[in-house]
């Protein structure tokens, strides 16, 4: 099984995971002063953001190396 | 109890759906739940539920969902995502040959760098991806994408790391570690190779490899090997090459060059 969500949705997601967007940026709804980071620690900007992938619900980023991790976590 | 089945507790009315593939979540469609059991696709508007169902759906896709389906993806990401997708059953023996010597923290580089080979193998421009690339990992990441384009991590990379690991029987471990301490100035620094771009000018190519020429020789290295990838950098190499063996004295030992690139191996003679 597949999920994906348009761009109307993106905020129901980052909720979801109990996050939301604070200056551009994905942050911790509990801490807006906290910016989710990537794996490699990198900040998400809301227009980079392209999914959450499991393992602990990493955050995805639009670049090729996320997208490639992404598609290998859907089997 | 499945993802389809508690969909249903919730009160999502799929009576209509015979399976699901996809799960579609839009807020701008005009009623709660979409159905086309032609692709087994359920597009849902979490905004015509109540609250405690919206919640409800957030906890099945947070604890369920996201492991049933691995990701949870925006839909404008679906076309690179079905594409790689495709490619990666093919990339699998290169990336098992590789994984054992490349650093852990590198691995998701060398995944990359194999799609973008494949693409480019395949005929396609990857200048966006390296770029991407290079955006991710910096000067490191688009050296490691030149090198595994040009086939070092077969040529180089993994004689060198089979070597290391017969001269050290029995510890794999010393083995590794010398590997990584080599392929981490190569990939850093690349220190015997150059990569020509096209958005580097005649003149900046002939004074880097001039440059690393005359390093390498102080050094004890008396050979440079120069790449390009795609046409356009294959003539800036060929066009150079004359100047550069002028200035350094090189000869060019060994050259090979088609449409899509072109390698010349610089040898500076004993003088």
């Known amino acids: ?75 | 109890m499945k993802f389809f089945d508690r969909l249903k507790t919730i009160g999502v009315d799929v009576s209509k759906l015979t399976s699901i593939n996809l799960l579609k979540i839009n807020f701008t469609i005009d009623r709660s739940v979409h159905i086309d059991n032609s692709k087994s696709t359920l597009e849902i508007n979490p905004a015509i539920f109540n609250g405690k169902q919206r919640r409800q759906i957030k906890t099945l896709l947070r604890e369920q969902g996201l492991l049933e389906a691995g990701a949870i993806l925006d839909s404008k990401e679906t076309e690179i995502v079905d594409l790689v997708r495709s490619e990666l059953p093919a990339l699998q023996a290169d990336i098992s040959k590789f994984q054992a010597m490349i650093p852990v923290a590198d691995l998701a580089l060398l995944h990359a760098c194999l799609y973008l080979r494949a693409r480019f193998r395949s005929g396609n421009h990857v200048d966006d991806l390296k770029a991407e690339i290079s955006k991710v990992y910096g000067q490191r990441g688009r050296n490691f994408s030149n090198l595994c384009t040009a086939g070092y991590l077969e040529d180089w990379f993994l004689p060198l790391y089979a070597e290391l690991q017969s001269r050290h029987p029995g510890d794999p471990i010393t083995a590794k570690s010398k590997f990584i301490g080599i392929y981490n100035t190569i990939v850093s620094e690349l220190p015997w190779t150059v990569f020509i771009c096209s958005s580097t000018s005649k003149p900046k190519a002939v004074s880097t490899v001039v440059g690393k020429i005359n390093r390498n020789i102080q050094n004890g290295v008396r050979f440079l090997n120069l790449h390009g990838l795609g046409e356009k950098n294959s003539k800036k190499i060929a066009s150079i090459l004359p100047e550069i063996q002028k200035e350094t004295g090189a000869i060019a030992a060994k050259m090979e060059q088609d449409t899509t690139r072109i390698f010349v191996r610089l040898e500076v003679p004993q003088t």
Request: hydrophobic share 40%; net charge negative.
């Open chain 1, 1 to 75: 099984m597949r999920i994906t969500f348009d761009e109307s949705a993106r905020d129901f997601i980052l909720d979801t995971f109990g996050k939301t967007v604070r200056d551009g940026y994905i942050v911790e709804k509990s801490d807006p002063r906290q910016r989710v980071v990537t794996p490699r620690g990198e900040e998400i900007p809301i227009d980079e953001f392209a999914g959450i992938r499991k393992g602990s619900a990493v955050f995805v980023k639009t670049d090729i190396v996320s997208i490639i991790e992404a598609a290998e976590a859907m089997g």
